[in-house]
């Protein structure tokens, strides 16, 4: 959410910013918004008035009755009485214009970094810089969801039986691999200087609303039925609400964190639910960095963090390359974001498996997560990346170490994590 300040100094700003993101239908809430709040400041400054008038007739009710002029005090009082009333229906219209002013405020995205490249899908994302060879061996790189259980290690009829589809079972050392990938992904963000995390995996609704958009929560989240709860599509979702209605001291700045989490997503939309595979599912785990810092130090923060990823990938020996996502591809509470993509031999493409976002402060003014400054308080800026998510990434292990007997190659850094194993074989 912006600063309504920002918007009603530059709503031209603002105008440009919805145009760029090709939200057109959006431009009107501009308008709304400044007219509103001009009503909201004018009931305002008449509820202040009102409450300066019965403070003055409240002293002289005291004085009256110290003089025993109890008919006039009575006189005085019906006027304070006729104040209240007009105070209540003051206030009420204050809160109305509040509302009104902050459901549109909600939906106004955020003001994108100059850099952001204009476009209106992900097809016109750009890609900024690729790392390590992609490599097409000379033998036929089967489908993913076919090696895997080639190898005794996935089992979607079952879970399909269990559950339905987009979800699926990992078996012996391919789940060993899962959970190794995920300890070996903690560790090399605690050696960065990240403090591990385990959060809670259900929010409540206020949390969902301060850290995404509706669009996004209508499409990913899962809703406990009968309570306040959403289970998690991320476990930034948990970590950025930590700092919920917090004032952090600059002592303590900034907070670099690392969180393991399993992740919800109803998955609504083109792509669907893949019946084959497991790279588009309902249920995933996955390890994730979240950084809370000053606002001239959210760009710092946010070259390190997308960096590494692409490290992480590079020490598993798996090629890849970073996307800058364009202005119809940015969520409305990003400033900036950029994609890491996975080499796939088999497609002989790159395919997601993480993104970096800095969402400036954003979430901070929809969550209160304020510092504490020394000519007032002010608004942290927060960004968030993905580590790993597997299985996404047990996609890109397999057919990057895929050899021609059908076993699959341990990465070195990986193996202290399986027992020193160095290959899954059939």
């Known amino acids: 959410m912006i600063d309504i300040k920002f918007l009603r100094e530059n709503p031209d700003v603002v105008k440009e910013n919805i145009k760029r993101k090709f939200q057109d239908a959006k431009l009107p809430l501009v308008d709304e918004v400044i007219e509103l709040d001009q009503k909201y400041r004018e009931v305002k400054l008449n509820g202040d008035e009102l409450r300066n008038q019965r403070k003055n007739l409240s002293n002289e009710i005291g004085n009256l009755m110290k003089n025993g002029q109890k008919d006039e005090a009575e006189n005085v009082k019906a006027k304070v009485a006729k104040i209240n009333e007009e105070l209540t229906e003051n206030e009420n219209l204050e809160a109305k214009y509040s509302d009104e002013i902050n459901s549109r405020m909600m939906r106004i995205p955020n003001i994108m970094h100059e850099s952001v490249p204009i476009g209106k899908d992900d097809n016109e994302?750009?890609?900024?810089?690729?790392?390590?060879?992609?490599?097409?061996?000379?033998?036929?790189?089967?489908?993913?969801?076919?090696?895997?259980?080639?190898?005794?290690?996935?089992?979607?009829?079952?879970?399909?039986?269990?559950?339905?589809?987009?979800?699926?079972?990992?078996?012996g050392d391919l789940a060993r691999l899962h959970s190794a990938v995920i300890t070996y992904?903690?560790?090399?963000?605690?050696?960065?200087?990240?403090?591990?995390?385990?959060?809670?995996?259900?929010?409540?609704?206020?949390?969902?609303?301060?850290v995404m958009?509706?669009?996004?929560?209508?499409?990913?989240?899962?809703?406990?039925?009968?309570?306040?709860?959403?289970?998690?599509?991320?476990?930034?979702h948990s970590m950025i609400g930590k700092f919920k209605n917090q004032i952090l001291s600059k002592d303590n700045l900034p907070y670099t964190m690392t969180s393991y989490s399993p992740c919800f997503r109803k998955e609504k939309g083109a792509h669907g639910i893949e019946e084959r595979g497991v790279y588009r599912i309902h249920q995933f785990e996955k390890q994730e960095m979240i950084v809370v810092c000053e606002p001239e130090q959210s760009w710092e923060w946010y070259d390190k963090m997308w960096s590494y990823t692409v490290e992480l990938f590079r020490s598993m020996d798996i090629p890849v390359r970073t996307l800058e996502c364009c202005s119809g591809d940015?969520?409305?509470?990003?400033?900036?974001?950029?994609?890491?993509?996975?080499?796939?031999?088999?497609?002989?493409k790159y395919f997601e498996v993480g993104s970096c976002s800095n969402l400036t402060d954003a979430q901070a003014r929809r969550l209160g997560i304020r510092i504490k400054g020394e000519n007032g308080n002010y608004y942290a800026h927060t960004l968030n990346n993905t580590v790993i998510a597997p299985p996404r990434m047990l996609i890109a292990l397999v057919e990057n170490h895929y050899n021609p007997d059908g076993s699959i190659t341990i990465p070195e850094v990986l193996r202290p994590y399986m027992g020193g194993m160095e290959k899954i074989c059939k």
């Not at 994302?125 to 061996?137: A, L, R, S």
């Not at 940015?330 to 002989?348: G, I």
């Open 125 to 171: 994302n750009v890609e900024i810089q690729k790392f390590g060879e992609p490599v097409v061996p000379d033998y036929e790189i089967p489908f993913h969801g076919e090696i895997m259980e080639a190898l005794g290690g996935l089992d979607l009829d079952s879970a399909r039986r269990v559950s339905g589809n987009g979800f699926y079972y990992l078996v």
């Open 185 to 210: 992904a903690r560790d090399f963000m605690i050696n960065k200087g990240f403090t591990y995390c385990i959060p809670p995996f259900m929010i409540r609704s206020d949390v969902v609303t301060g």
């Open 213 to 236: 958009s509706f669009e996004e929560m209508d499409a990913m989240m899962y809703k406990i039925e009968g309570e306040d709860l959403y289970l998690i599509g991320t476990s930034e």
């Open 330 to 348: 940015l969520a409305d509470l990003k400033a900036k974001s950029c994609d890491v993509e996975a080499w796939s031999p088999r497609q002989q």
